[in-house]
């Protein structure tokens, strides 16, 4: 019998796996984030309003604060539980900005050349699709430099 997981695909379970790549690489501090000792786990990375750690992460936007765990895979705004599908298009602004960035720095294929290489694991793999829609608009929307 074939076991059929119906967990949901995700678009930060890529996007994740992806800034950890990034972080390893370099490449978050080389874009400008500060890192940042953390209490807990590994260091936090904090570029603007957008503060980033292996547990989730935190993006403030006026009066309003976002935040995403990523082991329950949920969402507070002002640390009230929201819907995953509205907090996505909050936080959409900003995952767009790295990866416009990363496109602009290492060439429209380095992403593609990573899932090659990497051979990501079964939940990223699973999740590419749902991550590819949600973040290939902005490739779109600004103007290479």
Same mark, same amino acid.
């Given at each position: 019998?074939?076991?059929?997981?119906?967990?949901?695909?995700?678009?930060?379970?890529?996007?994740?796996?992806?800034? /950890? *790549?990034?972080? %390893? =690489?370099?490449?978050? &501090?080389? !874009?400008?984030?500060?890192?940042?000792?953390?209490s807990?786990?590994?260091?936090?990375?904090?570029?603007?309003?957008?503060?980033?750690?292996?547990? /989730? *992460?935190?993006l %403030? =936007?006026?009066?309003? &604060?976002l !935040?995403?765990?990523?082991?329950?895979?949920?969402?507070?705004?002002?640390?009230?539980?929201?819907?995953?599908?509205?907090?996505?298009?909050?936080?959409?602004?900003?995952?767009?900005?790295h990866?416009?960035?990363?496109?602009?720095?290492?060439?429209?294929?380095?992403?593609?050349?990573?899932?090659?290489a990497?051979?990501?694991?079964?939940?990223?793999?699973?999740?590419?699709?749902?991550?590819?829609?949600?973040?290939?608009?902005?490739?779109f929307?600004?103007?290479?430099?």
């Open positions: 019998m074939t076991s059929v997981d119906l967990r949901s695909c995700c678009p930060l379970t890529v996007q994740f796996w992806l800034l /950890g *790549l990034d972080s %390893r =690489q370099g490449h978050l &501090l080389l !874009r400008g984030f500060q890192k940042r000792p953390a807990q786990g590994s260091s936090t990375y904090v570029l603007d309003h957008l503060s980033l750690h292996s547990s /989730g *992460l935190c %403030r =936007q006026e009066s309003d &604060l !935040r995403f765990n990523r082991r329950t895979q949920s969402y507070t705004l002002n640390e009230r539980p929201i819907p995953a599908k509205f907090a996505r298009q909050f936080l959409r602004p900003a995952l767009q900005a990866e416009v960035w990363t496109m602009r720095r290492f060439g429209p294929a380095y992403r593609q050349g990573q899932f090659s990497q051979r990501p694991p079964r939940p990223v793999a699973r999740s590419l699709g749902s991550w590819r829609q949600y973040i290939s608009p902005a490739a929307l600004l103007p290479m430099l």
